[in-house]
């Protein structure tokens, strides 16, 4: 018999398969007629003819016959029974067999099995009705004679395994083989009926996906065509849509963006939380994202600037020069993070705004005095009602530039409370290293702050703390002369007046001389804010006498000052007009400038007992003692005096607190004029701490108080040795008017003096 091997079908007996010869020759069949007997083996698994082994076939095969063989090549076979191999051998690729037949155990009758084949086809016929290709296949169904035809067609199709298929051809029994075969071919029905309920469900949610995208589609293109016609009308998602398209923001927050715009989507303009949704969106898509060129700047065009709107600041200005030079080496923001430290009124928040004019950069100003809450700063998250972003995005938002200059007004005057530390959270604001990821907790995704030039200031940088100090480059502003008072006076803040008061130059002109009086008359400061609000009081009253058609044009002299002003000289501390002993004259430091001050001593019969009255702090206390105990070592012969008498420190104007780390010097030398009877020159004044060992220690705001000494008509003042360096930092025309003496000692003071 000829051999055909084959895989993953069901062979069984009595059933009629055709074959394209073709397909017959690559099965091992290279001639074939009609009579020719052919046996059926089965495959284990699917190899090619010449790799097969006599282990890869199964014992159990079917005999058949060609029946005939028609024009188209086709070849018709009957099956006919089931066999044995009782030999098989496979040559050179030629695969041979003997075999027997096998036995069937007949248990159903003829009825039986008629009954299960007409049941099956029945089933059959109505399952094909549910598909596109039942009438094609209502002809096939039709023509099957019996169960084993079934079975044997639909073999392609059945859930069964290759060990499966050749299970039905090993049993014996009709009843065990047609159980079998029931369960393939109903089962085959049921996959196949949930793989199309499944597919037709599958195709439905597809059809309404699709006609849902091809709605918004439609809706979105109608929705761009009104938007066009009529701007004004524009939806809020739909606006929202574009500026975030066009922001240029980066993938997180753009992600975060869409998210709360989705949600605003699904929740509708009804819903209580789409104001919060809409606020966020409108502040996140306000901000400027996309980096801006860097900008050539011309120095001599920046110092022109500078030079324009603020007069002296000389120090100042060349470090503002040197840090733009090293940004324009860098072609990015560079330096330290700049903090001016002054009085009020000397120009520190508007020297800022000529910064930004000189860079051609945006200007926002954030105030920080009285903030206490970290939030201020940081933003407060989105779950909280009425959360807000922090002063500094907002400030982002407010300018509309990713590089603006940022002044940080006031950062002296941070607090702090239970709600956090609003210092420490400018920590990462103001580093270079951190604030390129800066996480505000309103927005919650990073923004780049390393293109904003911060600009901090502080009238004291005693109370910033020390790791927000050390992020920033402290630059004095030093208070003005009265040289510089005058220039400012009469170049910025009368003409300003008079612009503001809509007075004309030729209606009002004020001399020389009244401006010098107002000056060291009517104000007493270090900056020119007092200065400003005279020169508008000044204008004010000279427009109501223009108005009043009393006076075409109006001339300010010194004489008709008090008339326009309204109000009397100040009293500044002068010189004293006599010399008296333990009275000296020392010079204090003060947010508003340098003042003078004068030590008085003096000693009454008592008990050993020290008074101090004036007001005095805890540091100027401890110089009282270091004072007392400094005299009593170096003038041991005034022992009995000390022991004998009380002794009373005061420091006059009483009302006003006073401390600092400068007055030893001032007190030692009264206390050594009170003890030798000898009175010191009013000409003299003085400043500086003292040791125990008599050394004099360095201060600080030495400018402040040679320029208060120079106002109050001192001419000699004693300074440490130590700060000679800061006189560099001093007018020039404050120094030509001062003998100023570099002190090392007590001794020396006190031997200039002739106290000793």
């Known amino acids: 018999m000829i051999v055909v091997p084959i895989y993953d079908m069901i062979i069984l007996p009595?059933?009629?398969?055709?074959?394209?010869?073709?397909?017959?020759?690559?099965?091992?069949?290279?001639?074939?007629?009609?009579?020719?007997?052919?046996?059926?083996?089965?495959?284990?698994?699917?190899?090619?003819?010449?790799?097969?082994?006599?282990?890869?076939?199964?014992?159990?095969?079917?005999?058949?016959?060609?029946?005939?063989?028609?024009?188209?090549?086709?070849?018709?076979?009957?099956?006919?029974?089931?066999?044995?191999?009782?030999?098989?051998?496979?040559?050179?690729?030629?695969?041979?067999?003997?075999?027997?037949?096998?036995?069937?155990?007949?248990?159903?009758?003829?009825?039986?099995?008629?009954?299960?084949?007409?049941?099956?086809?029945?089933?059959?016929?109505?399952?094909?009705?549910?598909?596109?290709?039942?009438?094609?296949?209502?002809?096939?169904?039709?023509?099957?004679?019996?169960?084993?035809?079934?079975v044997s067609s639909l073999s392609a199709y059945l859930n069964l395994s290759s060990e499966e298929k050749y299970q039905i051809l090993e049993a014996d029994t009709s009843t065990e083989r047609v159980e079998k075969m029931e369960r393939a071919v109903y089962e085959f029905m049921e996959v196949a009926k949930v793989g199309e309920e499944a597919e037709n469900a599958q195709q439905e949610t597809h059809e309404k996906v699709y006609r849902e995208d091809a709605l918004k589609k439609q809706i979105d293109f109608l929705q761009r065509q009104l938007d066009e016609l009529h701007p004004e009308n524009v939806s809020d998602v739909r606006r929202f849509e574009q500026k975030i398209q066009e922001s240029g923001m980066n993938e997180t927050a753009r992600k975060e963006a869409e998210k709360v715009l989705n949600r605003m989507k699904q929740e509708g303009k009804d819903s209580h939380e789409y104001g919060m949704l809409y606020d966020y969106l409108d502040f996140v898509t306000s901000l400027s994202w996309k980096k801006e060129e860097v900008e050539q700047v011309d120095l001599a065009e920046a110092e022109q600037i500078l030079d324009k709107e603020h007069y002296g600041l000389k120090k100042v200005k060349e470090r503002i020069i040197q840090q733009i030079a090293v940004m324009q080496l860098n072609c990015r923001q560079a330096g330290s993070i700049l903090l001016f430290v002054g009085a009020p009124g000397t120009g520190k928040t508007s020297i800022g705004q000529s910064i930004a004019e000189a860079l051609h950069r945006k200007y926002v100003r954030i105030s920080l005095g009285g903030v206490r809450d970290e939030a201020e700063i940081r933003g407060h998250r989105r779950t909280y009602v009425g959360a807000m972003p922090g002063r500094i995005m907002e400030g982002m938002k407010r300018c509309g530039a990713s590089n603006p200059v940022m002044v940080l007004d006031e950062v002296d005057k941070l607090s702090k409370d239970f709600s956090g530390d609003p210092a420490s959270a400018l920590l990462e604001v103001l580093d270079p290293e951190q604030n390129n990821n800066f996480t505000d907790h309103y927005l919650n995704v990073p923004y780049d702050l390393s293109d904003v030039l911060f600009v901090c200031t502080a009238n004291s940088a005693d109370t910033i703390p020390e790791p927000l100090l050390n992020r920033m480059e402290a630059i004095q502003f030093p208070g003005y002369t009265a040289v510089e008072k005058f220039q400012i006076a009469r170049r910025h803040l009368l003409p300003k007046a008079m612009e503001n008061m809509g007075i004309k130059a030729k209606n009002l002109k004020v001399t020389d001389e009244a401006l010098q009086s107002v000056i060291h008359d009517y104000t007493m400061e270090a900056g020119v804010r007092g200065l400003k609000k005279q020169m508008d009081t000044l204008c004010r009253y000279a427009a109501v006498k223009l108005v009043k058609g009393e006076q075409k044009s109006i001339t300010v002299n010194p004489k008709r000052l008090q008339d326009f002003l309204d109000e009397k000289p100040i009293r500044h501390e002068g010189i004293l007009e006599e010399k008296q002993p333990g009275v000296v004259t020392g010079l204090a430091w003060t947010a508003a400038g340098g003042e003078i001050l004068f030590i008085e001593t003096m000693m009454t019969k008592g008990s050993g007992k020290v008074q101090i009255t004036g007001q005095l702090g805890d540091v100027m206390k401890e110089s009282v003692q270091i004072a007392v105990s400094l005299v009593k070592f170096m003038y041991p012969e005034a022992a009995d005096k000390f022991r004998k008498n009380d002794l009373h420190i005061h420091v006059p104007a009483g009302a006003i607190p006073k401390d600092g780390p400068s007055a030893g010097i001032t007190l030692t030398t009264a206390l050594t004029s009170l003890i030798t009877g000898k009175a010191v020159s009013p000409e003299y004044a003085m400043t500086g701490e003292v040791s125990l060992r008599g050394g004099i220690m360095p201060i600080g705001g030495l400018p402040e108080k040679l320029m208060a000494a120079q106002r109050a008509g001192i001419s000699k003042v004693f300074i440490p040795e130590k700060n000679v360096d800061d006189l560099d930092d001093v007018a020039e025309e404050v120094k030509e008017k001062l003998e100023i003496i570099p002190v090392k000692r007590v001794t020396d003071v006190l031997k200039r003096l002739e106290l000793r």
């Open 14 to 150: 009595g059933v009629s398969f055709y074959f394209k010869k073709d397909v017959l020759q690559e099965l091992n069949v290279t001639e074939a007629s009609a009579g020719d007997e052919l046996l059926f083996l089965i495959q284990r698994e699917d190899k090619k003819q010449s790799e097969l082994t006599v282990e890869d076939f199964y014992p159990i095969g079917v005999s058949g016959s060609v029946e005939s063989i028609d024009g188209e090549g086709n070849v018709s076979v009957q099956t006919k029974s089931r066999v044995n191999i009782t030999e098989l051998e496979i040559t050179e690729g030629k695969i041979t067999a003997e075999a027997v037949n096998r036995a069937d155990v007949e248990d159903l009758d003829a009825k039986e099995w008629q009954q299960r084949f007409e049941k099956m086809r029945t089933a059959l016929l109505r399952f094909a009705q549910g598909f596109q290709w039942g009438v094609w296949a209502r002809g096939y169904i039709l023509h099957w004679k019996s169960i084993s035809e079934i």
